[in-house]
C-alpha cells in the first residue's frame, strides 16, 4: 500500500514504506527525549514508538517535580501514515533532521511546548546484536546526540520557562529488533540465567559533551561499548573513544548508584566525568517493562492516561523500579556540569557484587 512516507527517497528494499525489512513482531522505530534544568528539577523525559508488525504507536511525556514522578501515557491504532507522529496529547515534529525537534504535550496534568536544538553531531553508537541461542532477540542502531531546550513546560500547574534557563539534555532515535510488550513464545525452555547489564551516560559541560555506554555479560566481558568526546557546537566533529572504563558507588540495598566515574580514552588524552546522583527517574513512567503500558502492547484504538507517584516512596528492590535514569551532577576536572546515568542489572554482575537475579548490593 501506498503511503506519504514512499514520496520521499528513502526506501531501501522494494516494498512501500509501509512493509518493513523484517516480519518480526518486535521490529520498532524510536524517538526518546530528556532534559535537565540546571538547578536540577525538572527533569523530564519523552517518547515515542511504533511499531509496524503489530499496527501499534505509543507515546509518554514524565516528569520529576517536587519529588513527584508525573507520567501521561499514550496508544493509538497506527495506520498506514508512519510519518503522522501524533499520539493523544504527545506529538513530534522534525524541524530540522539532526538539528531541531519539536515536542508538545496537551494534557491536562503535563503541557510542554519544548524545542530541542542540537549542541554537537550526532553520535552512533555500534550495531547492538544480541542472540539468544540461535534467534536474534536484539539487533538495533541508535544514535545520541547532546542539545538544549527552549519554550515552556507546565506540570500539576507548576510551569517553567526553558527559555529564561539553561536547559540541557540528550535525544535519541533508533530503530529495528528488541523485545516488545510480554515475551514471544519461547520454545525449548533456556538454561541460561536471565542477565544484563547497561549503563548509558550521556553528560553536558558548557564547552563539551560526553558520552558512554557499555553492555557487560555476568563476568564483566562486554558485548557492546561506545565512548566519545565532542567539543560543544554542531560542526566539530566527535573524538571516539578508544577505550572506556568504569566505577559505581553503589546505594546499599538497591542497584542503584550513589556516584559513578567514567574514564573514556581517546586519541587526544583520556577524560574523566565524576557523577553525584541527585535522584532516579523511574524509566516505566514512559513505559519501560510497564505490565499495561509497555513498549507496542495494544491498549486500545486511541487511548491515553495519567498516573503520579512520590520518587521518595518507591521500591527499589521490585523488578519494575530497576530501569532507571539517575539525574546527575557532573564534574570533570574544573568543568561542572549535568547529566544522566541510565541503569539497568538483571542476574549476576561479578564486578557489582550480585550473584543472582535480583539481589541487592550490601
Not at 514508538?49 to 519529588?67: E, K, L, Q, R, T
Not at 522534525?94 to 496534568?109: F, L, S
Not at 553531531?121 to 532477540?137: D, H, L, Q, S, W
Given at each position: 500500500m501506498i503511503t506519504p512516507g514512499d514520496d520521499f527517497p528513502i526506501h531501501q528494499t522494494p516494498e512501500p514504506v509501509q512493509q518493513v525489512f523484517t516480519s518480526d513482531r518486535n521490529f520498532y522505530d524510536r524517538f526518546f527525549f530528556n532534559g535537565y534544568w540546571r538547578d536540577g528539577e525538572p527533569y523530564f523525559s519523552v517518547a515515542m514508538?511504533?511499531?509496524?508488525?503489530?499496527?501499534?504507536?505509543?507515546?509518554?511525556?514524565?516528569?520529576?517535580?517536587?519529588?513527584?514522578?508525573?507520567c501521561v501515557r499514550a496508544s493509538r491504532v497506527l495506520g498506514a501514515d508512519r510519518l503522522d507522529t501524533r499520539?493523544?496529547?504527545?506529538?513530534?515534529?522534525?524541524?530540522?533532521?539532526?538539528?531541531?525537534?519539536?515536542?508538545?504535550?496537551?494534557?491536562?496534568?503535563?503541557?510542554?511546548?519544548?524545542?530541542?536544538?542540537?549542541?554537537?553531531?550526532?553520535?552512533?553508537?555500534?550495531?547492538?546484536?544480541?542472540?539468544?541461542?540461535?534467534?536474534?532477540?536484539?539487533?538495533?542502531?541508535?544514535?545520541?546526540?547532546h542539545g538544549s531546550y527552549s519554550g515552556t513546560l507546565t506540570v500539576a500547574g507548576h510551569k517553567f520557562d526553558a527559555s529564561q534557563s539553561r536547559v540541557w539534555g540528550s535525544r535519541d532515535r533508533s530503530w529495528g529488533v528488541r523485545n516488545l510488550g510480554p515475551p514471544d513464545p519461547a520454545g525449548v525452555p533456556s538454561t541460561a540465567a536471565a542477565q544484563f547489564f547497561w549503563l548509558w551516560s550521556p553528560t553536558n559541560f558548557d564547552d563539551?559533551?560526553?558520552?558512554?555506554?557499555?553492555?557487560?555479560?555476568?563476568?564483566?566481558?562486554?558485548?557492546?561499548?561506545f565512548g566519545a568526546v565532542a567539543k560543544a557546537g554542531v560542526a566539530a566533529p566527535a573524538e571516539l573513544a578508544t577505550a572506556v572504563d568504569w566505577q559505581v558507588n553503589y546505594l546499599p540495598n538497591t542497584r542503584h548508584a550513589r556516584s559513578a566515574e567514567i574514564l573514556l580514552t581517546a586519541p587526544g588524552g583520556q577524560?574523566?566525568?565524576?557523577?553525584?546522583?541527585?535522584?532516579?527517574?523511574?524509566?516505566?513512567?514512559?513505559?519501560?517493562?510497564?505490565?499495561?503500558?509497555?513498549?507496542?502492547?495494544?491498549?486500545?484504538?486511541?487511548?491515553?492516561?495519567?498516573?503520579?507517584?512520590?520518587?521518595?516512596?518507591?521500591?527499589?528492590t521490585l523488578p519494575l523500579n530497576q530501569h532507571i535514569q539517575a539525574v546527575c551532577r557532573a564534574r570533570s576536572g574544573s568543568r561542572e556540569g549535568m547529566g544522566i546515568l541510565e541503569m539497568l542489572i538483571i542476574g549476576a554482575h561479578e564486578k557489582s557484587g550480585l550473584k543472582t537475579l535480583l539481589d541487592m548490593h550490601p
Open positions: 514508538g511504533i511499531y509496524p508488525n503489530v499496527g501499534i504507536i505509543d507515546a509518554a511525556v514524565s516528569a520529576i517535580v517536587g519529588g513527584t514522578q508525573h499520539v493523544g496529547p504527545i506529538s513530534i515534529e522534525i524541524v530540522r533532521p539532526t538539528r531541531t525537534t519539536r515536542v508538545r504535550v496537551d494534557h491536562a496534568e503535563i503541557k510542554a511546548d519544548l524545542t530541542f536544538e542540537a549542541r554537537v553531531n550526532p553520535m552512533e553508537e555500534p550495531r547492538f546484536t544480541r542472540r539468544a541461542g540461535p534467534r536474534t532477540v536484539m539487533d538495533l542502531t541508535r544514535f545520541t546526540q563539551l559533551c560526553t558520552h558512554f555506554d557499555v553492555n557487560e555479560n555476568s563476568d564483566g566481558s562486554r558485548w557492546h561499548e577524560t574523566r566525568i565524576e557523577l553525584e546522583t541527585l535522584y532516579n527517574f523511574y524509566m516505566h513512567g514512559i513505559g519501560y517493562g510497564h505490565p499495561k503500558w509497555g513498549h507496542g502492547m495494544y491498549v486500545g484504538t486511541d487511548v491515553s492516561a495519567y498516573e503520579s507517584f512520590k520518587v521518595g516512596e518507591v521500591v527499589q
